[in-house]
């Protein structure tokens, strides 16, 4: 793994681990393992992610943010 993916993926779960329910943090660091080939750590955060940005959407009566956050986790669940 380069330096650069190591990094991002600390900042990734550091960021998870003070803001547990932040989708975004869940996105891309799925995002990353996906690029990584970690398809079954990329699956676990991208199905975190989805159960999040439904709960969210469900609350906020503007959910633009949250849809598009659901739209690349159907996108990176395709590509598992």
Same mark, same amino acid.
């Given at each position: 793994?380069?330096? #650069?993916? &190591?990094?991002?993926? =600390?900042? #990734?779960?550091? &960021? =998870? ?20 080939? %970690?398809?079954?750590?990329? &699956?676990?955060?991208?199905q975190?992610?989805? #159960?999040l &940005?439904?709960?969210? *959407? %469900?609350?906020?009566?503007? @959910? *633009? ?10 996108? @990176?669940?395709?590509? =598992?």
């Amino acid at each position: 793994m380069s330096s #650069l993916r &190591a990094e991002r993926l =600390i900042g #990734l779960t550091r &960021a =998870i681990e003070e803001h547990p329910n932040e989708v975004v943090n869940y996105v891309v660091r799925g995002e990353l393992y996906l690029d990584m080939g %970690e398809r079954e750590r990329a &699956a676990e955060d991208f199905q975190r992610a989805l #159960l999040l &940005a439904d709960a969210q *959407f %469900e609350k906020q009566r503007w @959910g *633009f943010v949250t849809q598009t956050l659901r739209d690349r986790v159907q996108a @990176g669940l395709w590509k =598992i």
